[in-house]
């Protein structure tokens, strides 16, 4: 069986994102990713910026990528934390 994030630690990913970095996703693509979340740092952030309307491998992307990886890398290693349990 998947492992799968619970929506509530999705929608604080995506808060951060928002907040910090001006990645905001309307209702529908929130819950898109709260519905299917990738359990990966990379994969979750390429899922929001497309969702976003970015080419997550344009070059001109490619610092807002970094950081919004360094961003979720955090609630991802917990995620992975509480799993192993």
């Known amino acids: 069986m ?3 994030m ?3 630690r ?3 990913i995506l808060y951060d994102l928002c ?3 001006g990645m905001c996703l309307d ?3 929130k819950q898109a990713l709260m519905d299917d979340p990738p359990v990966e740092v990379e994969a979750f952030v ?3 910026m497309r969702a976003d309307e970015l080419d997550p491998n344009d070059p001109k992307w ?3 990528r970094r950081h919004a990886c360094e961003l979720c890398k ?3 290693e917990e995620f992975w934390r509480n799993t192993a349990r």
Do not use: T
């Open 62 to 64: 490619a610092r807002l």
């Open 2 to 4: 998947r492992e799968q």
């Open 10 to 12: 999705v929608e604080a």
């Open 27 to 29: 209702q529908k693509q």
């Open 6 to 8: 619970y929506p509530a």
């Open 74 to 76: 955090p609630h991802f």
């Open 19 to 21: 907040v910090v970095l």
């Open 46 to 48: 390429e899922a929001a």
